[in-house]
């Protein structure tokens, strides 16, 4: 508006300005109401939605614990099926395969377990699965097969890393070269554990030395081993 305009010059352009914009006005503000209500409610539908997998989970952890397994893995199933877009089915899975177990479903807790490894939003949570489930694995007698797999979690193939649980995957290859008798291996991957170990570094310690006192030739490559990269 002219800024030399009279009051009531002004107040006739505001009217017409409004008679010909009144309806985009009312328009662009219907429209950022609707979008702020549409937030609003999907904040809350999302917040309900969580919820809603939470008390179910709390009353899976409550059957695990009064050893009603196969209601657990219903449980678990629902989460699976209706919250897999929230923290709790990574969760869920973990509990699944611990019934699993205790039902004698060997095969279908590792499958449990890779799921969990595979979908989980948690790096932690995917680790803590794939551990568990080359465990069950090795006691089934798979050592070969999963030696090859830590090596490939280790080697950061199919992108994965295996950030801070380095030493707990070094430490179950340690653990799968002792059950098939290759003293030799074992040691290295303790080895190779220990360097990365922190709560567990004790019990890794007690595992080397129950291998017993290594060769003479091997005293040199320990020291390599353990010196740090900066001394190399």
């Not at 059957?63 to 893995?73: D, G, L, Q, R, W």
């Not at 923290?87 to 205790?102: F, R």
């Not at 680790?127 to 030696?147: N, T, Y």
């Not at 170990?197 to 291998?211: G, N």
């Amino acid at each position: 508006m002219d800024a030399y305009q009279t009051e009531d010059e002004q107040v006739e352009s505001i009217k017409k300005w409004w008679a010909k914009n009144a309806s985009a006005v009312m328009l662009g503000v219907g429209a950022g109401l609707l979008a702020i209500f549409s937030w609003q409610s999907w904040n809350a539908s999302e917040r309900t939605h969580t919820l809603e997998a939470s008390d179910i989970y709390q009353e899976l952890t409550a059957v695990i614990k009064e050893a009603k397994f196969e209601t657990a893995i219903v449980l678990a199933n629902q989460i699976d099926e209706s919250y897999s877009d929230t923290p709790y089915a990574a969760l869920a899975g973990l509990q699944k395969a611990k019934a699993l177990l205790e039902t004698l479903e060997r095969k279908a807790a590792v499958a449990t377990l890779e799921q969990v490894a595979n979908e989980a939003g948690n790096s932690s949570l995917q680790h803590i699965a794939r551990l568990r489930s080359f465990r069950i694995r090795m006691a089934d007698g798979e050592m070969e097969g999963v030696i090859s797999d830590i090596d490939g979690v280790i080697n950061e193939e199919a992108g994965l890393n295996p950030g801070e649980f380095l030493g707990q995957y070094e430490a179950l290859k340690g653990d799968a070269y002792r059950l098939l008798g290759n003293v030799e291996k074992a040691r290295n991957a303790y080895i190779a554990a220990l360097r990365s170990a922190t709560l567990e570094q004790r019990l890794l310690q007690l595992k080397l030395d129950d291998l017993g006192p290594p060769p003479a030739s091997f005293a040199g490559v320990a020291n390599n081993e353990m010196q740090p990269e900066s001394e190399k």
